[in-house]
């Protein structure tokens, strides 16, 4: 599974973005898919989570309430609505597939990473 990130950009505080990441591969829709961010010179962050099956999802404390994690099986896609962005929120997102926990290591695929830059 390949999988490539988009849809980052700079916004001002308050604003919303859409983050996409599309996947090749026809087992994508038995995965489940995650958002990580990463600061430079800082560990890699979980942010959310969604199931395989889209039904449940998880999300770091930080987003909870302001972020959504969404995916479209048939399109081997997966969404990351953020809203209420802060500055704080500023870093580069990957999307990742096949782990089932919030450790970044657990992942076995990752797309390349898009930067959101959130200014105040």
């Known amino acids: 599974v390949q999988l490539q990130a988009s849809g980052g950009g700079s916004v001002q505080a308050g604003e919303s973005l859409r983050l996409s990441c599309v996947a090749s591969?026809?087992?994508?829709?038995?995965?489940?898919v995650a958002w990580f961010r990463q600061v430079r010179g800082k560990e890699r962050e979980f942010v959310a989570r969604?199931?395989?099956?889209?039904?449940?999802?998880y999300y770091a404390d930080s987003v909870r309430g302001r972020f959504t994690i969404s995916r479209d099986n048939a399109k081997n896609m997966a969404y990351l609505q953020m809203n209420s962005l802060k500055p704080e929120d500023t870093a580069v997102y990957y999307c990742?597939?096949?782990?089932?926990?919030?450790?970044?290591?657990?992942?076995?695929?990752w797309g390349q990473g898009t930067l959101v830059t959130v200014s105040s």
């Open positions: 990742a597939a096949r782990g089932s926990s919030t450790a970044s290591g657990q992942y076995d695929y």
């Open positions: 591969g026809r087992s994508f829709s038995s995965y489940n």
């Open positions: 969604v199931t395989w099956s889209g039904i449940t999802t």
